[in-house]
């Protein structure tokens, strides 16, 4: 039995542009990620300066 293994197979072009939108994706992810990490540094630093106050 004979097939045409190319078809398939996802191209090149295809895997290389699915990486492409998951890299884009992590990026975005970090980036959401260096927020938060830093709202949550402030929020901390808030809470401190309350509780030395009290």
Do not use: G, H, V, W
């Not at 045409?4 to 990026?27: C, F, R, V, W």
């Not at 949550?40 to 106050?53: H, M």
Request: hydrophobic share 40%; net charge negative.
């Amino acid at each position: 039995m004979l097939t045409d293994q190319n078809a398939q197979e996802p191209s090149l072009a295809m895997i290389m542009a699915k990486l492409e939108a998951m890299d884009k994706k992590l990026d975005a992810t970090n980036s959401d990620l260096q927020a938060f990490k830093q709202k949550t540094a402030e929020d901390l630093e808030c809470q401190e300066r309350c509780i030395n106050e009290l």
